[in-house]
């Protein structure tokens, strides 16, 4: 535990018991997102797929795009 954490948590003590529980509860619920890993979907999988194959406009037929129609 770092030092800045054990102070931010000393200072916890003169906090009423029911902000304390509250704290706690916040910092329960950040770190358990810290450890989250984030799944792709079925459609972000397919979407990764398809830019893997080359299925995205380039940046020249873009540019025509944006030239033809205009923004």
């Known amino acids: 535990m770092t030092k800045l954490l054990q102070q931010a ?3 916890t003590e003169a906090l009423s018991p029911d902000m304390q529980d509250e704290l706690a509860r916040q910092i329960l619920a950040f770190t358990a997102r810290e450890s989250e890993v984030y799944q ?3 459609e972000e999988l ?3 797929d398809e ?3 080359g299925g995205f406009a380039s940046d ?3 540019a025509a795009l944006w030239t033809k129609a205009g923004p």
């Open 46 to 48: 397919a979407a990764l």
């Open 9 to 11: 948590l000393a200072a």
């Open 51 to 53: 830019a893997d194959r």
């Open 40 to 42: 792709l979907s079925e």
């Open 60 to 62: 020249d037929e873009v």
